[in-house]
């Protein structure tokens, strides 16, 4: 607890806790609209596909933020155009693809010296190093991708759970399907400097699914979301600076912490009438 | 030229991770066929990051990796059959969920540790230049073992791979026979994960046999052809790292120049298919035989 109170008193520290509740409510809110459209999958390959943006971006010494952009969106056509031959299914690509961009990464880095210093900043974060100009970047960012998620919320929750009715009404989905994917990317490249490529996915999945099992109703979902996120962020780097762990591993860890526990605590309070996720497909739902 | 792809195997350490890279060839390639059937890719995303605590863990205390990372690896697939049997828990999220959880806490774990920096990028990038004489007996132990159990099992996993429904019609039980592939997978992942870390191992099993898919479509053809590419490609990814560190002073690493070789050998296997098709303008596409699951959709 000492080593909590000191750290406290560090304006380095408090500066990460403030990065640290920025991402976590902001990815949260996002990541809402992740498991809405099922999209975990694409959030994992997003995470491995920045990776050789932000290294090159760091070897060059031009902003990280656009580097890892460049590389997320030249991931996305990749996928989409070898997808388009229709002969390996998607998972399988995105697999491929994933692996190779990740190795392309590592192979960046390695080419310099000091190369694992720099492999683990890019994989776990190095939050107690965020300048101001992070942070500053972090709310921009976040607060246009708030803004542009809640000025589309009704047409994105209507293409998310009615595609062929959207279509109908005029919408293209595809659009709003570029949207979230988008939005999604963007706040993944923010959160990369704090908690690192990996990690970034907990708090792009974790704090939603949590706030899921309170509750069927998406705009509580998403508030509770936010919370969850950003409660990991304090939980997480007050573990870090009480037990000297990596600051983003324990963030991370701390939204599965949040998530065992309200399985716990609603598995034995919140009654259970109605399924919370669309039913699946029993035989490959499960294997997808 | 014949000096160039033979020369950097004239020393004992290049000559094992040859060898430990062919054994995971044939494994990854067979074991990546049954993946590419079943739409698994994302599972083994899950259970390359899911063995990573075990790593670590046995990596803190000096115990056998191997051990380490068979323990969690289990832990992982128990939770994922465990969890997607709870009809409120979409499949997709806990597979993110795990992922990030088990990874997170195998990076807390090596954290503790001094030498935290070179420890981790040792774990998540393998070392495939100081495999030894045990780790290949290991690897090849496991590869005889995850084959003889794939040929046994062929043509219930090829009937549940192509008529879920049909092959319980037929009374074979679905949950044990995908148990049985997602331990195999897992078993696969845990023998390459030493000498290619736990983030580029997945590429082992998902490329060669996508590779292959674009070439064949016949199972036993696709297979040798996986085999054969992966072998090929761990070979020349060897060779360009050794010639590029030790006569040009590239600094190239071994593990992630082989994921590139392959990498490139699908990309190039992907752009001529499509000059052939576009030369031949005739449909050579299969139709895609159920509909697509939305969470793998981009």
């Given at each position: ?43 994992v390959a997003?995470s491995h596909a920045t990776f050789p943006?932000?290294a ?39 697999g491929?693809?994933l692996a190779g961009s990740f190795a392309l990464g590592v192979l960046?880095v390695s ?5 694992s210093?720099?492999l683990t900043?890019f994989l776990v ?71 690192g490529a990996l990690l970034?996915v ?87 | ?43 083994t995303e899950v259970v390359q990051h899911a063995v990573f605590p075990?790593i670590a ?12 990372a ?29 992922i990030a959880?088990f990874f997170?806490?195998g990076v807390?774990?090596v ?9 981790l990028t040792a774990l998540l990038f393998g070392r495939i ?60 992942i845990?023998?390459a994960v030493r000498a290619l870390g736990t983030v580029l191992v997945v590429a082992f099993v998902v490329t ?45 690493a071994?593990g992630a120049?082989v994921v590139m070789?392959?990498t ?35």
């Amino acid at each position: 607890m000492r080593n909590l109170v000191e750290s406290l008193q560090s304006p380095l520290f408090r500066r990460a806790l403030l990065e640290a509740v920025l991402i976590g409510s902001i990815a949260g809110t996002v990541g809402v609209h992740v498991v809405l459209r099922k999209l975990p999958f694409f959030v994992v390959a997003m995470s491995h596909a920045t990776f050789p943006g932000v290294a090159i971006a760091s070897a060059l010494g031009v902003s990280l933020f656009v580097g890892g952009t460049i590389a997320g969106l030249a991931v996305v056509v990749a996928v989409l155009v070898l997808g388009a031959s229709k002969v390996l299914d998607d998972a399988s690509i995105i697999g491929v693809v994933l692996a190779g961009s990740f190795a392309l990464g590592v192979l960046v880095v390695s080419a310099q010296p000091g190369s694992s210093k720099d492999l683990t900043a890019f994989l776990v974060g190095s939050i107690l190093t965020v300048t101001p100009a992070d942070i500053a970047l972090t709310v921009i960012v976040g607060g246009t991708v708030l803004l542009v998620l809640s000025a589309l919320h009704k047409e994105l929750v209507l293409g998310a759970f009615d595609r062929v009715g959207a279509a109908a009404l005029g919408y293209r989905p595809w659009v709003l399907d570029a949207v979230v994917l988008v939005a999604v990317t963007v706040t993944m490249v923010t959160a990369i400097p704090a908690v690192g490529a990996l990690l970034a996915v907990a708090l792009l999945t974790v704090p939603a699914l949590t706030a899921r099992l309170w509750t069927d109703r998406l705009g509580p979902t998403q508030a509770i979301a936010a919370l969850v996120g950003g409660l990991s962020g304090v939980l997480g780097l007050s573990a870090s600076a009480v037990w000297s762990v990596a600051a983003g591993g324990a963030i991370a860890l701390a939204t599965g912490v949040c998530f065992v526990v309200s399985l716990a605590v609603t598995s034995l309070t919140v009654s259970r009438r109605m399924p919370r996720t669309a039913p699946r497909d029993r035989v490959g739902g499960a294997a997808a | 030229m014949w000096d160039l792809l033979v020369e950097p195997f004239s020393t004992d350490y290049m000559r094992r991770a040859l060898v430990e890279l062919v054994l995971l060839g044939v494994l990854g390639g067979v074991v990546g066929v049954y993946v590419l059937l079943r739409r698994l890719a994302f599972i083994t995303e899950v259970v390359q990051h899911a063995v990573f605590p075990g790593i670590a863990v046995a990596f803190v205390v000096g115990q056998s990796l191997l051990a380490g990372a068979l323990a969690s690896g289990a832990l992982a697939v128990a939770l994922l059959a465990v969890g997607s049997r709870r009809r409120q828990i979409d499949a997709d999220a806990l597979m993110a969920l795990l992922i990030a959880t088990f990874f997170a806490f195998g990076v807390v774990v090596v954290s503790r540790g001094t030498g935290f920096q070179s420890d981790l990028t040792a774990l998540l990038f393998g070392r495939i230049l100081s495999v030894d004489q045990r780790e290949l007996i290991d690897t090849a132990v496991v590869a005889v073992v995850c084959l003889l159990v794939l040929a046994a099992l062929h043509k219930e996993l090829v009937l549940r791979a192509f008529d879920p429904i049909g092959a319980e019609a037929a009374g074979y039980p679905i949950a044990a026979l995908d148990l049985v592939l997602n331990l195999v997978v897992m078993l696969t992942i845990v023998a390459a994960v030493r000498a290619l870390g736990t983030v580029l191992v997945v590429a082992f099993v998902v490329t060669p046999a996508a590779t292959a898919r674009l070439l064949v479509r016949r199972i036993g053809p696709m297979m040798v052809v996986a085999v054969a590419f992966a072998g090929l490609c761990g070979w020349l990814g060897l060779v360009v790292s050794y010639q590029g560190s030790v006569h040009h002073g590239w600094r190239l690493a071994s593990g992630a120049t082989v994921v590139m070789c392959l990498t490139v050998g699908f990309v190039l296997v992907a752009a001529g298919r499509a000059v052939v098709h576009v030369v031949r303008s005739r449909p050579v596409a299969a139709p895609s035989r159920e509909p697509r699951p939305a969470a793998a959709r981009p």
